[in-house]
């Protein structure tokens, strides 16, 4: 299995701009994470999927944030309109059973 | 915040001596674990201890668990050089799928 596969693994964008990251997480797991990471915060998370329902988006920091899960294999977090605030590293994860999480090489995204 | 604190929050040592990073968190919990994270990249997933073990080792990795104090640590024995990285604990709280993490502890290993 080749991993969390994220994508793109940088995005520069300029204030104001629509910006999707993309996460395919590994086969056969039922449960997909988003995380933000930055100096200033840590490791936080963003939104949850169960066999691609959402179930605690409580992290989304507002409703520029959205996320979704259309099939087991796909899924997307959407910031529009984009703040520099936002620049950070988005990671994408997933969980199968036993419950340890494998992340993504995550996506830097710069905001100017 | 149900995040957890790891301390130290930095920790530099030599090649060839042990590493011993602790983690205290707030909630009963199903399992803890620990993750590393090398500069730039994702986490990677080292070791997993339920709520009802109290050590487990796995290689050069040893975690204890004390949930009377809501408590746990890792230690990693005979350090190299390639072990620098962050060092993050995790808990899986009970009613809950997903993980709280903690601060993380910096831990550089000199050559």
């Known amino acids: 299995d080749a991993g969390v596969i994220q994508s793109p693994r940088h995005e520069v964008t300029e204030m104001g701009q629509e910006v999707t990251l993309r996460c395919k997480p590994i086969?056969?797991?039922?449960?997909l994470f988003w995380y933000r990471q930055t100096m200033m915060r840590g490791l936080e998370l963003l939104i949850y999927?169960?066999?691609?329902?959402?179930?605690?988006d409580s992290g989304m920091p507002e409703d520029r944030f959205s996320a979704k899960m259309p099939n087991a294999s796909f899924s997307t977090l959407k910031i529009q309109p984009s703040e520099p605030r936002d620049s950070a590293v988005y990671f994408c994860?997933?969980?199968?059973?036993?419950?340890?999480?494998?992340f993504g090489p995550g996506t830097r995204l710069t905001v100017t | 915040s149900q995040q957890g604190e790891e301390d130290p929050q930095a920790l530099s040592i030599q090649e060839g001596e042990n590493a011993t990073m602790n983690c205290s968190y707030k909630?009963?919990?199903?399992?803890l674990q620990w993750y590393r994270q090398n500069s730039g990249r994702g986490l990677v997933h080292l070791i997993l201890?339920?709520?009802?073990?109290r050590e487990k080792h796995s290689g050069r990795l040893r975690v204890t668990l004390d949930t009377s104090k809501k408590s746990s640590s890792l230690l990693i024995t005979a350090s190299r050089a390639a072990d620098t990285a962050s060092y993050f604990c995790?808990?899986?709280?009970?009613?809950?799928?997903?993980?709280?993490f903690g601060t993380g502890t910096r831990l550089l290993v000199s050559p």
């Open positions: 086969s056969g797991h039922n449960s």
């Open positions: 909630t009963s919990i199903n399992n």
């Open positions: 995790a808990t899986d709280a009970l009613g809950f799928q997903k993980l709280v």
């Open positions: 994860a997933s969980r199968g059973e036993p419950p340890e999480q494998y």
């Open positions: 201890i339920r709520s009802n073990e």
């Open positions: 999927f169960n066999n691609n329902v959402p179930i605690d």
